[in-house]
Structures are given as structure tokens and as C-alpha cells.
């Protein structure tokens, strides 16, 4: 079982995106490094700060987004997570 974190970005995020997002990335390579974050990214088509990762539990997930900066500063409007069945592994 994985968990999956989704997050939908406010309106005109761009400006607190770039104010934090230096804070941001050192927090996904912290749990990256832990080994609790598989994967990451935004959504394209439109580009509009929505993103989602992928944890190997709902703990890491939710600390996590906890201590997220762009969560603490409002980049984030709304999150969730959700437990995934991953059918094709390795």
C-alpha cells in the first residue's frame, strides 16, 4: 500500500510558490532522503500549482504536509491523502 498526497493550489499561487519554494524542495529531498517519498510532481495542462506525491505511508504523508511550507503559507488551498493499490511493481 502507498499513499497518495494530492494538493490544489490558490489562485495566483505564482508569487508564494517563489517565496517558498526554496523551503519547499528541501523539505521533498529530506523525505526523499528518509525514503518515505517515492515521487513528485505538478500537473500540466494547465500548469496551475496542482501537484500530488507519492509516500510509502499515511504517516510521512501527513507530517509531511504538516510542515509542508507551502501548505504553512497558503500556496496550498486544499490536500488530500489517499491510500493506493499499486498493481505493477519493480
Same mark, same amino acid.
Given at each position: 500500500?502507498?499513499y497518495v498526497?494530492?494538493?490544489?493550489?490558490?489562485?495566483?499561487?505564482?508569487?508564494?510558490a517563489?517565496? =517558498?519554494?526554496?523551503?519547499?524542495?528541501?523539505? +521533498?529531498?529530506?523525505?526523499?532522503?528518509?525514503? #518515505? +517519498? +517515492?515521487?513528485?510532481?505538478?500537473f500540466?495542462?494547465?500548469?496551475?500549482?496542482?501537484?500530488?506525491? #507519492?509516500?510509502?505511508?499515511?504517516?510521512a504523508?501527513?507530517?509531511?504536509?504538516?510542515g509542508?511550507?507551502? #501548505? #504553512? =503559507?497558503?500556496?496550498?488551498?486544499?490536500?488530500?491523502?489517499r491510500?493506493?493499490?499499486?498493481? +505493477?511493481?519493480?
Amino acid at each position: 500500500m502507498k499513499y497518495v498526497m494530492r494538493y490544489r493550489a490558490v489562485e495566483d499561487f505564482l508569487p508564494l510558490a517563489q517565496q =517558498h519554494g526554496a523551503a519547499h524542495v528541501a523539505r +521533498l529531498h529530506e523525505f526523499r532522503d528518509r525514503g #518515505v +517519498l +517515492l515521487m513528485v510532481g505538478t500537473f500540466d495542462e494547465p500548469m496551475n500549482g496542482d501537484a500530488m506525491g #507519492v509516500f510509502t505511508t499515511r504517516e510521512a504523508a501527513e507530517e509531511f504536509i504538516a510542515g509542508d511550507p507551502f #501548505v #504553512v =503559507h497558503g500556496v496550498v488551498a486544499e490536500w488530500t491523502v489517499r491510500p493506493w493499490n499499486e498493481v +505493477l511493481t519493480g
